[in-house]
Protein backbone atom coordinates (compact mmCIF):
# COMPACT_ATOMS: atom_id res chain seq x y z
CA UNK A 1 0.00 0.00 0.00
CA UNK A 2 1.34 3.45 -1.16
CA UNK A 3 -1.40 5.60 0.48
CA UNK A 4 -3.31 5.30 3.45
CA UNK A 5 -6.43 8.24 4.23
CA UNK A 6 -7.67 7.33 7.75
CA UNK A 7 -11.09 8.76 8.92
CA UNK A 8 -10.27 12.10 7.39
CA UNK A 9 -11.93 15.16 9.04
CA UNK A 10 -11.36 18.55 7.11
CA UNK A 11 -13.39 21.96 8.19
CA UNK A 12 -14.05 24.90 6.39
CA UNK A 13 -14.81 27.47 9.09
CA UNK A 14 -17.18 25.47 10.81
CA UNK A 15 -18.54 23.70 7.66
CA UNK A 16 -17.53 20.22 8.06
CA UNK A 17 -17.02 19.20 4.99
CA UNK A 18 -15.32 15.59 4.89
CA UNK A 19 -16.58 13.91 7.66
CA UNK A 20 -14.28 10.80 8.06
CA UNK A 21 -12.80 9.96 5.20
CA UNK A 22 -10.88 6.59 5.03
CA UNK A 23 -9.62 4.85 1.68
CA UNK A 24 -6.23 3.29 0.31
CA UNK A 25 -4.31 3.01 -2.57
CA UNK A 26 -2.01 0.25 -3.43
CA UNK A 27 1.42 0.51 -5.58
CA UNK A 28 0.21 0.37 -9.15
CA UNK A 29 -3.18 1.32 -9.22
CA UNK A 30 -5.39 3.74 -10.64
CA UNK A 31 -8.32 4.58 -7.95
CA UNK A 32 -10.69 7.22 -8.41
CA UNK A 33 -12.98 9.13 -6.11
CA UNK A 34 -15.89 9.86 -8.26
CA UNK A 35 -18.87 12.15 -6.53
CA UNK A 36 -21.30 15.19 -7.89
CA UNK A 37 -20.12 19.20 -6.83
CA UNK A 38 -19.42 19.40 -3.47
CA UNK A 39 -19.39 16.21 -2.69
CA UNK A 40 -15.54 16.53 -0.92
CA UNK A 41 -13.36 15.29 -3.75
CA UNK A 42 -11.29 18.23 -4.05
CA UNK A 43 -11.33 18.77 -0.41
CA UNK A 44 -9.63 15.47 0.22
CA UNK A 45 -6.93 15.75 -2.32
CA UNK A 46 -5.87 19.04 -1.34
CA UNK A 47 -5.55 17.42 2.22
CA UNK A 48 -3.69 14.70 0.81
CA UNK A 49 -1.05 16.72 -0.55
CA UNK A 50 -0.99 19.16 2.60
CA UNK A 51 -2.46 22.09 1.35
CA UNK A 52 -5.21 21.43 4.09
CA UNK A 53 -5.01 20.38 7.43
CA UNK A 54 -7.20 17.94 9.02
CA UNK A 55 -9.09 18.38 12.24
CA UNK A 56 -9.18 14.68 12.75
CA UNK A 57 -7.60 11.80 10.91
CA UNK A 58 -4.52 11.08 9.37
CA UNK A 59 -2.61 10.54 5.76
CA UNK A 60 -0.07 8.00 5.57
CA UNK A 61 2.37 7.85 2.55
CA UNK A 62 4.65 4.85 2.26
CA UNK A 63 4.21 3.55 5.83
CA UNK A 64 5.18 7.88 7.25
CA UNK A 65 2.30 10.16 8.47
CA UNK A 66 2.21 13.06 6.10
CA UNK A 67 -0.67 15.31 7.55
CA UNK A 68 1.58 17.65 9.39
CA UNK A 69 4.43 17.64 6.59
CA UNK A 70 4.24 21.19 4.44
CA UNK A 71 2.85 20.65 1.26
CA UNK A 72 6.72 21.44 -0.31
CA UNK A 73 8.25 18.61 1.29
CA UNK A 74 4.98 16.28 0.37
CA UNK A 75 6.32 16.69 -3.23
CA UNK A 76 9.89 15.86 -2.56
CA UNK A 77 8.52 12.49 -0.53
CA UNK A 78 7.10 11.44 -4.15
CA UNK A 79 3.32 12.97 -4.03
CA UNK A 80 2.87 15.53 -7.42
CA UNK A 81 -0.50 17.37 -7.51
CA UNK A 82 -2.09 18.35 -10.53
CA UNK A 83 -5.05 20.46 -9.32
CA UNK A 84 -8.83 21.07 -10.79
CA UNK A 85 -8.55 23.95 -13.39
CA UNK A 86 -4.97 23.19 -13.97
CA UNK A 87 -3.59 26.57 -12.99
CA UNK A 88 -0.72 26.78 -15.54
CA UNK A 89 1.24 29.80 -15.86
CA UNK A 90 -0.45 31.42 -19.21
CA UNK A 91 2.49 34.02 -19.53
CA UNK A 92 5.09 31.63 -19.34
CA UNK A 93 6.36 29.26 -22.40
CA UNK A 94 5.00 25.22 -22.55
CA UNK A 95 8.93 24.18 -21.73
CA UNK A 96 9.09 26.72 -18.77
CA UNK A 97 5.78 25.62 -17.16
CA UNK A 98 7.12 22.00 -17.37
CA UNK A 99 10.53 23.21 -15.80
CA UNK A 100 8.04 24.59 -12.83
CA UNK A 101 7.49 21.06 -12.22
CA UNK A 102 10.81 20.18 -11.39
CA UNK A 103 11.34 23.02 -8.68
CA UNK A 104 12.17 21.19 -6.29
CA UNK A 105 14.87 19.04 -8.12
CA UNK A 106 18.66 20.09 -8.13
CA UNK A 107 19.95 17.32 -10.81
CA UNK A 108 20.01 19.32 -14.05
CA UNK A 109 21.29 16.15 -16.30
CA UNK A 110 17.93 14.06 -14.35
CA UNK A 111 16.08 17.53 -14.89
CA UNK A 112 16.71 17.54 -18.70
CA UNK A 113 15.93 13.85 -18.99
CA UNK A 114 12.87 14.28 -17.44
CA UNK A 115 11.61 17.03 -19.96
CA UNK A 116 13.32 15.14 -22.81
CA UNK A 117 10.61 12.11 -21.23
CA UNK A 118 7.41 14.02 -20.84
CA UNK A 119 7.84 15.95 -24.34
CA UNK A 120 8.24 12.02 -26.01
CA UNK A 121 4.72 11.28 -24.10
CA UNK A 122 3.09 14.35 -24.98
CA UNK A 123 4.64 15.00 -28.40
CA UNK A 124 2.13 18.18 -29.06
CA UNK A 125 3.71 19.93 -26.05
CA UNK A 126 7.10 19.10 -28.06
CA UNK A 127 5.90 21.21 -31.14
CA UNK A 128 4.39 23.55 -29.22
CA UNK A 129 7.30 24.28 -26.54
CA UNK A 130 8.15 27.67 -27.41
CA UNK A 131 4.42 28.83 -27.10
CA UNK A 132 2.68 30.69 -24.59
CA UNK A 133 0.95 27.99 -22.44
CA UNK A 134 -1.88 30.36 -21.98
CA UNK A 135 -2.71 30.63 -26.00
CA UNK A 136 -3.11 26.71 -25.74
CA UNK A 137 -6.07 24.63 -26.29
CA UNK A 138 -8.15 23.35 -23.14
CA UNK A 139 -6.51 19.98 -23.75
CA UNK A 140 -2.83 20.86 -24.24
CA UNK A 141 -3.35 23.05 -21.27
CA UNK A 142 -4.17 19.92 -19.34
CA UNK A 143 -1.14 18.16 -21.11
CA UNK A 144 1.22 20.71 -19.71
CA UNK A 145 -0.18 20.21 -16.11
CA UNK A 146 -0.20 16.50 -16.42
CA UNK A 147 3.39 17.24 -18.07
CA UNK A 148 4.57 19.40 -15.18
CA UNK A 149 3.29 16.97 -12.43
CA UNK A 150 5.19 14.16 -14.25
CA UNK A 151 8.15 16.22 -13.50
CA UNK A 152 9.08 15.87 -10.27
CA UNK A 153 9.06 12.21 -10.69
CA UNK A 154 6.16 11.45 -8.17
CA UNK A 155 5.30 8.09 -6.99
CA UNK A 156 1.73 9.04 -6.52
CA UNK A 157 -0.06 11.38 -9.10
CA UNK A 158 -2.81 12.96 -7.93
CA UNK A 159 -5.39 14.15 -10.76
CA UNK A 160 -8.38 16.40 -10.19
CA UNK A 161 -10.59 16.23 -12.98
CA UNK A 162 -8.20 15.74 -15.65
CA UNK A 163 -11.19 15.82 -17.93
CA UNK A 164 -13.04 18.95 -17.33
CA UNK A 165 -14.39 21.01 -20.25
CA UNK A 166 -13.14 19.22 -22.54
CA UNK A 167 -14.58 17.96 -25.66
CA UNK A 168 -15.23 13.91 -25.88
CA UNK A 169 -12.23 13.24 -28.37
CA UNK A 170 -9.90 14.61 -26.19
CA UNK A 171 -11.52 13.03 -22.94
CA UNK A 172 -10.73 10.21 -24.36
CA UNK A 173 -7.06 10.87 -25.26
CA UNK A 174 -6.41 12.96 -21.62
CA UNK A 175 -7.83 9.15 -20.40
CA UNK A 176 -5.31 7.38 -22.85
CA UNK A 177 -2.49 9.43 -21.96
CA UNK A 178 -3.22 8.28 -17.49
CA UNK A 179 -3.42 4.91 -18.96
CA UNK A 180 -0.12 4.77 -20.38
CA UNK A 181 1.34 6.74 -17.56
CA UNK A 182 0.57 4.00 -15.06
CA UNK A 183 1.62 1.01 -17.30
CA UNK A 184 4.80 2.75 -17.09
CA UNK A 185 4.78 2.57 -13.00
CA UNK A 186 3.14 6.07 -11.25
CA UNK A 187 0.23 5.20 -9.22
CA UNK A 188 -2.67 7.10 -10.03
CA UNK A 189 -4.99 8.92 -7.87
CA UNK A 190 -7.95 10.30 -9.73
CA UNK A 191 -10.83 12.47 -9.35
CA UNK A 192 -13.41 13.11 -11.28
CA UNK A 193 -17.12 14.05 -12.33
CA UNK A 194 -16.71 11.77 -15.23
CA UNK A 195 -17.48 8.41 -13.86
CA UNK A 196 -18.30 7.09 -16.78
CA UNK A 197 -14.26 7.29 -18.28
CA UNK A 198 -12.64 7.38 -14.41
CA UNK A 199 -14.63 3.70 -13.80
CA UNK A 200 -13.27 2.42 -17.28
CA UNK A 201 -9.60 3.33 -16.04
CA UNK A 202 -9.59 2.38 -12.68
CA UNK A 203 -8.51 -0.26 -10.91
CA UNK A 204 -10.24 0.73 -7.54
CA UNK A 205 -13.23 3.26 -6.72
CA UNK A 206 -14.68 4.54 -3.66
CA UNK A 207 -17.69 6.51 -4.44
CA UNK A 208 -18.30 10.08 -2.53
CA UNK A 209 -21.62 12.14 -1.34
CA UNK A 210 -21.43 15.16 1.23
CA UNK A 211 -18.07 14.17 2.71
CA UNK A 212 -18.42 10.49 3.12
CA UNK A 213 -17.37 7.48 1.34
CA UNK A 214 -20.72 5.69 0.31
CA UNK A 215 -19.08 2.98 -1.63
CA UNK A 216 -16.05 1.35 -2.68
CA UNK A 217 -14.55 -1.46 -4.26
CA UNK A 218 -13.08 -2.94 -7.73
CA UNK A 219 -13.95 -0.05 -10.09
CA UNK A 220 -15.63 -3.28 -12.13
CA UNK A 221 -18.34 -3.68 -9.31
CA UNK A 222 -19.24 0.17 -8.60
CA UNK A 223 -19.59 0.25 -12.32
CA UNK A 224 -22.41 -2.60 -12.02
CA UNK A 225 -23.97 -1.48 -8.99
CA UNK A 226 -27.46 -0.34 -10.23
CA UNK A 227 -27.39 2.84 -7.84
CA UNK A 228 -24.09 3.85 -9.67
CA UNK A 229 -25.52 3.08 -12.58
CA UNK A 230 -28.65 5.47 -12.34
CA UNK A 231 -27.11 8.23 -9.98
CA UNK A 232 -23.35 8.25 -12.17
CA UNK A 233 -23.85 6.96 -15.39
CA UNK A 234 -26.77 8.51 -16.85
CA UNK A 235 -28.94 5.56 -16.68
CA UNK A 236 -32.60 4.95 -15.67
P1 LIG B 1 -16.40 19.80 -7.44
O1 LIG B 1 -16.53 18.59 -8.26
O2 LIG B 1 -17.54 20.77 -7.65
O3 LIG B 1 -15.07 20.43 -7.46
P2 LIG B 1 -15.75 18.52 -4.91
O4 LIG B 1 -16.30 17.17 -4.70
O5 LIG B 1 -14.34 18.62 -5.32
O6 LIG B 1 -16.68 19.32 -5.93
P3 LIG B 1 -15.01 20.27 -2.75
O7 LIG B 1 -14.48 21.35 -3.63
O8 LIG B 1 -14.06 19.43 -2.02
O9 LIG B 1 -16.00 19.32 -3.59
O10 LIG B 1 -16.04 20.93 -1.72
C1 LIG B 1 -16.61 20.23 -0.63
C2 LIG B 1 -17.48 21.18 0.19
O11 LIG B 1 -16.65 22.14 0.84
C3 LIG B 1 -18.48 21.99 -0.62
O12 LIG B 1 -19.66 22.09 0.12
C4 LIG B 1 -17.82 23.34 -0.79
O13 LIG B 1 -18.77 24.37 -0.90
C5 LIG B 1 -17.01 23.47 0.49
N1 LIG B 1 -15.79 24.27 0.27
C6 LIG B 1 -14.79 24.01 -0.59
N2 LIG B 1 -13.82 24.94 -0.51
C7 LIG B 1 -14.21 25.82 0.42
C8 LIG B 1 -13.65 27.02 0.96
N3 LIG B 1 -12.47 27.47 0.57
N4 LIG B 1 -14.36 27.67 1.90
C9 LIG B 1 -15.58 27.22 2.34
N5 LIG B 1 -16.15 26.08 1.87
C10 LIG B 1 -15.50 25.41 0.94
Redesign the pocket.
Given at each position: MILEVKELEVY??A?R?LQGISFQVNEGEIVTLI?A???????TMRTVSGLLQPRKGEVVFQGRRINRIPAHKIVRLGISHVP?GRQIFPNLTVTENLLMGAYTRRDRAGIKQSLEEVMDRFPRLRERAKQLAGTLSGGEQQMVAMGRGLMSKPKLLILD?PSMGLSPLLVEEIFNIIKTINLQGTTILLVE?NAFMALQVAHQAYV?ETGRIVLSGPAREVQANPQIRSAYLGEV
Open positions: YGIAGNGAGKSTEEQL
